[in-house]
C-alpha cells in the first residue's frame, strides 16, 4: 500500500483500534493531520553528560550500558519498583522508575542505552528519577539525546507514541504543498513549508524550531487576514440604502439630553452618520469603555434611520440586556412618535409583533437572538422578516459567532428600486479591543473608539482585600447600604466546587444572608435561573427592593443600576483582567462615590501584582492589552466563538508578525496572486474556524 498524507491514521501500522479512538479525540484522522499537531514544548536532552559531570536539579541525557536491572515489589506502597544500575566510561548512577515493572524485558544487560531525565538525591545518592529511555541504534534518535517534542496530549496517549508515529513519516512531508507565493516567502524571509514542518517536530536546534514556528504561525495569520480582507472587499462591491445626515433632527435630538456628550461620543456618532450616508454597507465596531456611552450613539443612529422611513435591529446577548435596552430607548425616543418593539423567546406577544414588523409597523426592533432564529413554528409567528431593514446593530459582538452577527444582516436580504441591498451593520463591545486583535480578528471592521467617562463620573475607589481585612469591607458595605445603596457581590461558580476551591453562588449567598448580613435583604441571580424569575429579581433589584445582590458573571454585561455603589468580587484572582473592569462597570454609574472590593484568598505575589493592574491603569485598553500578554487571546475574545489554531492564536500578541501577515494578504489581493490551490487552502481554513 502506497502511503500519502490523506492515508487514514488507522492504516497506519502502529494505530491499534485502542490508540485511534485516543488519535481522534485529537482530531488527528490523517497523516497530514498528524504532522500538524505540533509541539507546544521541547525537552532539551540534546548533550550527552558523563555521568561523573550529572548534578543535582539537572536535567540532561546520558549514555551508558545496563549493569543491573531487577524489579522490587513494595507492599507497603502498593507499587513495584524498578531499580537499574548504569556505566559509562566515567562511573556509575542508579535509574529508578514507579510501576513500570515491563522495563526488565526491554532494557536488558549490557545493551548500550540513552537515559534522559532529571537528576536528584535519594539518601544522599544521585539518581536518575524515571528518565526517559531510548536503545542507541544506528538510526537518529527520536526521545533521548536531542530536543525532544512534547505535545499536546489526551489520556492514554504520550507523547512519547506521538514521536513513534511522526517520525518514521516525516519524509512524507515533501508532498506538502506549499501554498505562499514565492514573492511573499522572499520578502518576508521564511523558510519552506517542508522545512518548517520537519524542524517543527523535530529540530535540530531551538533556533530552528523557532523558524519553524515563526513560518507556520505565518501560514495561519496569513489566511486569517486574506480572509478578513476578501471579506471587506466583498462587503464594499455589496449596496446599501444610503440616508442622508438630518442635522435638523439630530441637533435639537442632542441638544435636549440631560447630559452632554463626550468628544469620543460626538467623533464616534459623526463617523456613524458618514458611513449611512454611502450606499456602500457599513460595517464599524463602536469600541467603548464600560459606561462610556455607546448605547446612546446607537440610538441616535437608529433614531436617523427610523425618521427616514426604515427599520432598525438591535441584537443583545440576553433577555435582561435586551429589556434594558427597549426601556432605554422607549425613554429617550418617547417624543419621537416611533414604534419600538421588544423580540425575546419568553415575550408572549411574539406572532403579532413578527406580523407587525413585516408590514414596516416598526420601527425599531430589539431583541436576542430570537431576531435570527431559523425555528419558528405557528406559536412563534414563524420566522421573522422585515419590510424594510436599514441598520443592524450587534450589542457585545464578541458575545456572538461571526454567522450569527452576519445573520441579521444577510437574512434581510431586500430590494430597493430594483437593486440588492444589505442593511448597515454597526457592532458594539465593552471589550476594549487591543490592537493585535483589531488588525486581525477584527480586521474587516472600521473602529470607533469612545475613550472618555462622561464628564459627571467619579474615580471607582478599588481595593485589594486580603482574608484578614474582610470585616472592614463588610463594615463599608453596611454603611452603603444605611445610606440607601445597593451592593454587587460576584462569584465564580453557581455551586460549590472543591477542585477550584472558590466561591459558589449559593454557598455565598447562604452565608451572606444567614451570617454576616442578617438583617438585610439579599438575592441571588445566576445563568441556571428561569427568564421569568432572572427578570422579576433584577425588576427589585432596579426598584430598590434588593440590598444585595450576589451572581455570576451574568452582570458582568450591559445592567444599569445607577444607585449601586458596591461591587464585591470573591475570587477576584479567577478572574482576566478585563472581566474584572467589567464588573467594576456596573458600579458608579451614578453621581455618588462607588467602590470596588477584589477578594482574594491566594498568596501568591504574582497573583497581586496582576490585580494591581486594577488599580493603576488609566482605563480598559490599558488592562486588555495587559491582559492579552498575561493570558492570551482565548480568554479576552472567547474561544467558543472562534477555532482560531493554536499557533495563530499564541501569535495573536506578536504586533510585528501580525504586521507583516496583513501586509502579506493585501500584496496577495492587490497583485493578484490568488492561484487555485491558495484560494482552495483559503476555503479549506475557513471551515476549520469555528463561526458559529
Known sequence: MSITLNTKIEQIEKVGPVYLKKLKKLNIKTI???????????????????????????????????????NTRLFHKRMVLTESLIKDKSGVIKAVWFNQPYLIETLKKNKLVNFSGKLSFTKKTLVLSNPVYEIVRQNETVHTGRLVPVYPETAGLSSRYLRYLVKPLLHLSSQITDFLPEQIKKKFSLT?????????????????????????????????????????????????QNIPFSQKLIKPFVK????????????????????????????????????SGKTIVALMAALETAKAGYQTALMAPTEILAKQHFQTFKNFLKKSNLNIGLLTRTEKSHPQLKKQIAQGKVDIIIGTHA?????????????????????????????????????????????????????????????????TLALTIYGDLDISLIKELPKHRQKIITEIVAPNNREKAYNSIRDQV?????????????????????????????????????????????????????????????????????????????????????????????????????FR???????????????????????????????????????????????????????????????????????ELIKKTREAAQLVLKNNLLNSFLESKLENFQKTIHLE
Not at 435570527?372 to 412563534?380: L, R, T, V
Not at 443592524?392 to 437593486?419: C, N, P, S, T, W
Open 32 to 70: 497530514q493531520d498528524l504532522f500538524f499537531h505540533f509541539p507546544h514544548r521541547y525537552e532539551d536532552f540534546s548533550q550527552i553528560v558523563l555521568i561523573s559531570q550529572l548534578k543535582k536539579g539537572q536535567k540532561a541525557t546520558i549514555q551508558g550500558k545496563i549493569v543491573e536491572i531487577e
Open 192 to 240: 519552506s513549508l517542508n522545512q518548517a514542518i520537519k524542524q517543527i517536530h523535530f529540530p535540530d536546534n531551538f533556533l530552528s524550531a523557532k523558524k519553524a514556528r515563526e513560518r507556520l504561525a505565518f501560514d495561519e495569520l496569513f489566511l486569517m487576514q486574506l480572509m478578513v480582507l476578501q471579506q471587506k472587499q466583498k462587503l464594499i462591491q455589496e449596496k446599501a
Open 256 to 291: 435636549n439630553l440631560p447630559f452632554k456628550l463626550t468628544d469620543s461620543q460626538r467623533i464616534s456618532t459623526w463617523e456613524i452618520f458618514q458611513d449611512l450616508a454611502k450606499d456602500k454597507p457599513m460595517n464599524r465596531l463602536l469600541n467603548g469603555d464600560v459606561g
Open 371 to 435: 431576531l435570527i432564529s431559523a425555528k419558528g413554528g405557528p406559536a412563534s409567528g414563524g420566522q421573522l422578516s422585515f419590510k424594510n431593514l436599514c441598520l443592524a446593530i450587534v450589542d457585545e459582538q464578541h458575545r456572538f459567532g461571526v454567522l450569527q452577527r452576519a445573520a441579521l444582516q444577510k437574512k434581510v436580504y431586500q430590494i430597493e428600486d430594483g437593486l440588492p441591498t444589505i442593511p448597515h451593520l454597526l457592532s458594539m463591545t465593552a471589550t476594549p479591543i487591543p490592537r
Open 482 to 582: 444605611k445610606q440607601k445603596k445597593q451592593v454587587f457581590v460576584i462569584c465564580p461558580l453557581i455551586d460549590e466546587s472543591d477542585k477550584l476551591s472558590v466561591k459558589s453562588v449559593t454557598q455565598e449567598y447562604e452565608k451572606l444572608s444567614q451570617k454576616i448580613f442578617p438583617k438585610l435583604r439579599i438575592a441571588m441571580l445566576h445563568g441556571k435561573l428561569k427568564s421569568k424569575e432572572k427578570e422579576e429579581i433584577m425588576k427589585k433589584f432596579k426598584q430598590g427592593k434588593i440590598d444585595i445582590l450576589v451572581s455570576t458573571s451574568v452582570v458582568e454585561v450591559g445592567v444599569d443600576i445607577p444607585n449601586a455603589t458596591v461591587m464585591l468580587i470573591e475570587g477576584a484572582d479567577r478572574f482576566g483582567l478585563a472581566q474584572l473592569h467589567q
Open 585 to 655: 462597570g456596573r458600579i458608579g454609574r451614578g453621581a455618588d462615590q462607588s467602590y470596588c472590593f477584589l477578594f482574594t484568598d491566594s498568596t501568591f505575589q504574582k497573583t497581586h501584582q496582576r490585580l494591581k493592574a486594577i488599580l493603576t491603569a488609566k482605563d480598559g485598553f490599558e488592562l486588555a492589552e495587559e491582559d492579552l500578554k498575561i493570558r492570551g487571546p482565548g480568554n479576552l475574545i472567547g474561544t467558543q466563538q472562534w477555532g482560531i489554531p493554536d499557533l495563530a492564536m499564541s501569535s495573536l500578541n506578536d504586533l
